[in-house]
């Protein structure tokens, strides 16, 4: 059993979005593994994010605290970090920490794409 | 059953103890036990995984501030205790001691300004517990107390 | 991450501990325990269940016998820890000790005669790991050891 | 979630076979429920007893002592107990034990009633 696993793939019609597919367990002990993945597209200038959600299966604070950290930078680069497919257990933890307010959170890929694209 | 066992523990004083080391690598043990001990009281899915959140950011905590990131020796102890009315989840560390003082929502606006990547964890803990309680023993452990009512069945 | 766990675990002494009331209500929660933890280790579904076994056979001989049905007071102590070539488990009681002897293989036809309803337990017990010890310490503990031999990777 | 299920079923062409289903676990803790279970169908007379394991999920020696302890009786009585359906793990533990030889194992429920049938 693996802890975490994170994939990434260039999806939407100008290759300029990155699809981050997270499953397993983001908690203290997997969260530099998150950290790092995020930060090397980062520097390489991809700031467009959509990360799925759907296997994931806990989150804790720490792992939110990856997507709080690096929010601001990527959106002074005109990107964005888009949350779907988000499990209904993990939502009420985004929720109850005020993440749904302020981060862009739909159900569908296409959505998220159509959201970057149409910007 | 889970008013037997409830009534048992009740009665006459049961608990069930873990010790385990306090180090990132047994979170994910921790919140199964939890769960596995948990799932006997009659809680909901949803209220389990609440419950596991809470343990969890409690011992990251511990790991983190109380045992500042060193390596290994010190164990962290988790009793689970129930009455017919309260689950009891107590998390003893034998670390820094801290005042958690109140514990306001965070200001999301302002840590995401500031680059913060943490500052959520005792927030979200209280939110998830129906009440919890730090205390400090001068015999050198300090004690964290998570308490989520149960339903009378 | 097996191979980490275990060698975190070994390099360390990190061990794993539990106590759970002495009575047989909790026994269905020992086995999850143990195979909650268990399965960290990398072992197969079979060999699980083995260990859950004879650490349950373990648990319910010191209800039954150490403690002789005595509601509730007493704790059993359940003790994990692994090492590159071992997990073992100890079981440790606070009642009556007891020398196990040669333990040897059940003469069915004998005991169906008799009606006998028990006496399998420790000959299972042992069939089960791959070495038991059993020690009373005159602190007023005893302690039976179970150990399974973990196959390198 | 219910520690053992115990269910009787009168079976077979002359209605003096019981099927008795278990499922759940039989540990120290649930074997008076089997033993109870049991012994009121000897009271009743009823010695030809089919025991469908197939749901079973843990059983300890205590739950086999259960089935030592009356087979000698049940036998006295031109009845028998046969065991069917064994889950794979279980089997290994009834295996150990010998049990596999004094008990009759077979898979299906018609077998174990031809078997009572053809005495
Ligand atoms: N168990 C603890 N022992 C010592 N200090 C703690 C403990 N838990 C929390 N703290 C202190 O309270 C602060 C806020 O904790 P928390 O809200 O969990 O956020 P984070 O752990 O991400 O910093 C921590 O930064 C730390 O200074
Ligand atoms: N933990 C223990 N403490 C004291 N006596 C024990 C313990 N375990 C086993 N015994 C003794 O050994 C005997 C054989 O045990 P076992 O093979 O498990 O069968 P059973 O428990 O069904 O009698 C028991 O009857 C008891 O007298």
Redesign the pocket.
């Known amino acids: 059993m693996q802890k975490l696993r994170i994939s990434t793939e260039v999806v939407g019609p100008h290759k300029d979005i990155v699809k981050i597919k997270v499953s397993g367990f983001l908690d203290a002990h997997t969260v530099p593994e998150m950290e790092e993945v995020v930060q090397s597209l980062i520097e390489k200038g991809l700031y467009k994010m959509i990360v799925d959600l759907e296997e994931l299966s806990y989150i804790s604070?720490?792992g939110l605290?990856v997507f709080m950290s690096v929010i601001g930078d990527v959106r002074d680069n005109r990107g964005d970090i888009i949350l779907i497919r988000i499990p209904p257990k993990i939502f009420k933890v985004f929720d109850l920490l005020g993440f749904t307010e302020i981060f862009t959170t739909l159900n569908q890929e296409e959505e998220a794409i159509l959201a970057f694209t149409k910007e | 059953m889970f008013q037997v066992l409830r009534l048992k523990m009740k009665q006459e004083g049961r608990r069930i103890v873990f010790s385990i080391p306090g180090e990132t690598d047994y979170l994910i043990q921790i919140r199964s036990l939890i769960s596995t001990v948990a799932s006997e009281v009659g809680l909901a899915e949803e209220e389990l995984y609440k419950i596991e959140t809470a343990v969890d950011?409690?011992c990251?905590?511990?790991i983190?501030?109380?045992y500042e990131g060193e390596e290994g020796s010190k164990p962290i102890q988790i009793c689970l205790e129930v009455t017919p009315s309260r689950l009891i989840i107590s998390?003893k560390?034998y670390?820094?001691?801290?005042n958690?003082g109140t514990?306001n929502p965070?200001d999301l606006s302002k840590f995401i300004k500031e680059k913060r990547?943490?500052?959520?964890?005792?927030?979200?803990?209280q939110s998830l517990m129906d009440e919890i309680n730090?205390t400090s023993d001068p015999r050198g452990y300090?004690e964290?107390t998570l308490i989520k009512y149960l339903k009378p069945q």
């Open positions: 604070s720490a605290g | 950011e409690a990251a905590n511990v983190e501030h109380a998390v560390d670390g820094r001691t801290f958690p514990i965070p990547d943490g500052g959520l964890g005792l927030f979200l803990l730090y300090n964290l």
